[in-house]
């Protein structure tokens, strides 16, 4: 492939530094998205995606945040490189987020209409008038109905659905290249789900725009995402195209996510709930850091940090049993 | 159409400001009485002047509530017999000046002071935090009489040290508020779009803390109106002849035994234009709050 990666992640690394501990959040983590494409990272509570997602974004406060290593290149520009102040300016126009809970991320003291034209006027697009207009064309494209009189009410009038529509309406206002979505459809039930889900997909199509999808849901990973990163105590220890890696795990991890989900139609074997809880970040066990919980572990997993495995074109996994995995699975 | 969805229609037109306020009966007569306040403040000395000047040594403390001597002893004679009313009418516009400005200027002063302190942190953060504990260190008296000793008592100064005094708790109010605000998601998103730091702190930050530093200023009001009086007593306030209500508190002071009433009315006077001040205030919250209006807008079943 020689076209460049809209976002390409490598190896990145955060700490999280406070007097007494660090916390190692991202232990390098590895992705990338092409146009058009949708990459799913997916993880557990804890497992790092969010932060690596403010990280993109350069959200994180430093103290206590610190990037300690790996680089993010957005269209072949070094983001953690370069000025705060000329990252902000692509922020919006050319990289936007939309946040897990879109009630907070809206303020609650302006009407959704005024919030989104004052993102036409701080970036130079449009003033007075015309940023309303087209701030009432954007609540339409998301599927709000009445826009015009639906611009002038408050966050808190707006149902949850409702509310992440016009979240999504802000990211994609100035038609960015890159969306990431941190959870978009976490706080909401299953059918307004889908209907958030759908519309993001079709956005997505309609401009050509690479997404990042961040979350812990497979059924929406298995949906709508073409690629996908599965992390894990701050790692990404398997990475693929969806439909093989949900298919045919390679990583004793992701087998061990698949086991735990129940399935809709009829009844299935029984559920295996992946025992214990995550590591504490700030002592990550020796070797693979999933080794505790992994029925598969064996003393080589206790002592060494597993390599990377290709397992097939384009499918990568870092785990000593890889094998194993992959055909018993 | 069902009534809930009239009602949701009603909500969402907007009930206009005046309407809301002929509802609630506290806030129309808060409003009143500060328009009242106003329009002495307006052309009180013009209308009054002479009259709150003018002697008559046989009306000396008259007792309030005989119309004897005319009208403008209704509310009785001060000790050199000037009518209570027209002075109070008159002391309206120092008071309500003194007052006024200093509250606004401290509110300005330490808001924007705050908001730096609190978005910017550390270095900077440090310095304005350090200025206001010295400014709250120090007895506020002392710095006015200092102050107002070196420069000389008059209705700018008086301002200025009273603001200045004033000052640090909006300081501390907005960088507390700041600091809880600068954590919310709306501001990560808002950064996440684009917005600079000064835009967030202008347009995302400023406006949540606005309704709060609104709430001190009526509160402080009566405050400085009282530190303005204690200033006056002092002798490095106002002074005579220019009056102020707080200054007619303070002469009344030495008549309290015989005379209550020279004492009493100005006291009323700033009772009422602190209580109006709150009320209306308050009020003011609700209404330019998004999410608390509707407690106001939803008419209640006497009004239908």
């Keep these: 492939m020689s076209e460049t990666p809209v976002l390409k992640v490598d190896d990145l690394r955060i700490q999280f530094r406070s007097g007494r501990e660090t916390v190692h959040a991202v232990n390098g983590a590895s992705f990338q998205v092409n146009a058009g494409e949708t990459a799913a990272i997916l993880g557990e509570s804890g497992s790092g995606k969010s932060v690596t997602a403010s990280a993109v974004m350069r959200l994180l406060q430093s103290p206590p945040a610190y990037v300690s290593g790996g680089t993010v290149h957005f269209k072949g520009l070094d983001v953690l490189a370069m000025p705060l102040d000329r990252w902000r300016e692509y922020c919006g126009r050319d990289v936007a987020m939309v946040f897990q809970d879109a009630l907070t991320s809206l303020n609650p003291v302006f009407s959704v209409g005024w919030q989104i034209a004052e993102l036409f006027r701080t970036h130079g697009v449009a003033s007075g008038k015309e940023a309303d207009e087209r701030a009432v064309e954007l609540l339409e494209r998301v599927g709000i109905p009445d826009p015009a009189a639906r611009s002038k009410d408050y966050t808190h009038q707006f149902s949850g659905g409702m509310r992440q529509r016009v979240m999504i309406a802000m990211a994609i206002a100035l038609g960015p290249d890159l969306l990431i979505a941190d959870e978009p459809t976490t706080a909401l039930d299953v059918t307004v789900q889908a209907q958030i889900m759908e519309l993001l997909e079709s956005l997505r199509e309609e401009s050509d725009m690479a997404m990042v999808l961040i979350t812990h849901d497979l059924g929406v990973v298995a949906d709508a995402a073409d690629n996908v990163a599965v992390m894990y105590a701050g790692r990404v220890v398997e990475s693929g195209p969806v439909a093989e890696v949900l298919s045919r795990p390679g990583h004793a991890y992701t087998l061990a996510l698949l086991d735990s989900v129940p399935q809709a139609r009829g009844k299935g074997g029984k559920l295996r709930p992946i025992i214990g809880s995550p590591p504490d970040l700030a002592r990550i066990p020796k070797g693979c850091a999933f080794n505790p919980r992994c029925r598969f572990a064996t003393d080589i997993c206790r002592q060494e940090v597993p390599p990377s495995v290709a397992m097939a074109e384009g499918r990568v996994a870092e785990c000593h049993h890889a094998d194993q995995v992959f055909n018993d699975g | ?304």
């Design chain 2, 1 to 304: 159409m069902t009534t809930a969805e009239q009602e949701a229609l009603i909500i969402r037109r907007g009930v206009p400001w005046w309407r809301l306020l002929a509802r609630d009966k506290f806030a129309l007569a808060a409003a009143l009485w500060l328009l009242i306040l106003f329009a002495c403040f307006l052309v009180g000395p013009e209308l009054f002047g002479k009259a709150a000047t003018s002697l008559n040594l046989r009306a000396r403390n008259l007792p309030p509530g005989s119309l004897e001597h005319g009208w403008l002893m209704f509310l009785g004679g001060d000790a050199l017999g000037r009518s209570m009313i027209a002075r109070l009418i008159v002391a309206s516009r120092n008071t309500l000046t003194v007052a006024l400005c200093s509250v606004v200027f401290a509110m300005i002063a330490g808001g924007i002071l705050g908001l730096i302190a609190g978005y910017i942190g550390r270095g900077v953060g440090h310095v304005i935090m350090r200025f206001a504990d010295i400014l709250q260190s120090f007895p506020s008296l002392l710095l006015a009489v200092v102050v107002l000793y070196v420069l000389e008592p008059s209705v700018t100064n008086l301002i200025v040290v009273l603001a200045i005094t004033r000052m640090p708790i909006y300081l501390r109010v907005t960088r507390a508020e700041v600091l809880e605000i600068r954590e919310r998601v709306f501001v990560d998103a808002s950064s996440a779009l684009g917005g600079s730091s000064y835009h967030i702190l202008l347009r995302h930050i400023a406006p949540v803390v606005a309704p709060t530093l609104l709430t001190i200023l009526t509160v402080d009001f009566s405050i400085v109106m009282l530190a303005e009086s204690s200033l006056s007593f002092l002798g490095i306030g106002i002074q005579p002849p220019e009056i102020t209500w707080g200054l007619m508190v303070a002469q009344g002071r030495n008549y309290l035994s015989q005379a209550w009433w020279l004492a009493f009315f100005p006291g009323l006077a700033i009772m009422l234009a602190t209580l109006s001040g709150n009320i209306l205030s308050n009020w003011l919250r609700i209404v330019s709050d998004p999410e608390q209006r509707w407690r106001l807008e939803t008419p209640r079943k006497s009004d239908e």
